[in-house]
């Protein structure tokens, strides 16, 4: 079955840095969503995505539904302790009255002290 | 409180003991969908549905089944499980596949 690339798969940053990932596909999505994994809990939705070239904010947080519809990527700025986590990116697609939800392999954030 | 309830939370169990774990959802959803996290695979889809009596593959359906007979409940079965469905279970709900789902907290499951 198809997964999602995401680039990073991990990241080491310092509090206040900002953070990029990305996620890239070879098919085309009609919708891009955005979920944080804090441990030990299920992924929470931080920003969906419904037309390309999209750019939404939410908070600190900012993605983009790129394009092509082959990729998206989220950027959080001047990141917090609480900003640990997995992030994990999802694409969404239709095919005959079957909608198809497909996530990617996630990035960790970890923040070093 | 809108939630998403699995049972159980931690499960370990020996190969081929055949074995369910509970789904169930209070917000009307129509949506539901199994997942299994793994490291560095992230959480891939093993069964969805679109509502009651639909249900359908997703991408790692082998020695899995599920039944959706009412919208709130969504169980998967493991009828003979083995040591490489070790692995941690999260399942959601959702009204659409697009749109916001909501998680589980999550079944660990270990089989010997």
């Known amino acids: 079955g198809q997964q999602l690339n995401q680039n990073p798969q991990s990241m080491f940053i310092q509090e206040g840095e900002d953070v990029s990932m990305n996620c890239t596909s070879s098919s085309i999505f009609n919708t891009w969503l955005w979920y944080k994994q804090d441990p030990g809990e299920g992924p929470v939705l931080l920003i969906a995505?419904?037309?390309?070239?999209e750019l939404t904010s939410n908070g600190r947080l900012t993605a983009q539904f790129g394009i092509t519809r082959k990729d998206s990527f989220l950027n959080i700025s001047a990141s917090i302790p609480s900003d640990v986590g997995i992030y994990f990116c999802?694409?969404?697609?239709?095919?005959?009255?079957?909608?198809?939800?497909?996530f990617g392999t996630g990035t960790r954030l970890t923040i070093i002290p | 409180e809108a939630q998403v309830t699995q049972n159980p939370r931690y499960l370990i169990t020996v190969t081929g003991k055949k074995l369910t774990v509970t789904c169930s959802q209070n917000?009307?959803?129509?949506?539901m969908s199994w997942y299994r996290q793994d490291p560095g695979l992230g959480l891939r889809q093993i069964y969805y549905?679109?509502?009651?009596?639909?249900?359908d593959k997703g991408d790692v359906p082998e020695g899995y089944k599920v039944s959706r007979k009412e919208k709130r409940n969504f169980p998967l079965i493991l009828e003979s499980p083995s040591p490489n469905q070790t692995s941690l279970y999260f399942c959601?709900?959702?009204?659409?596949?697009?749109?916001?789902?909501?998680f589980g907290p999550g079944t660990r499951l270990t089989v010997l």
């Open positions: 995505l419904y037309k390309a070239g």
């Open positions: 999802a694409g969404f697609v239709s095919n005959f009255g079957n909608e198809k939800l497909t």
């Open positions: 959601a709900s959702s009204f659409r596949a697009y749109n916001e789902q909501f």
């Open positions: 549905s679109m509502n009651v009596e639909v249900t």
């Open positions: 917000m009307n959803h129509e949506y």
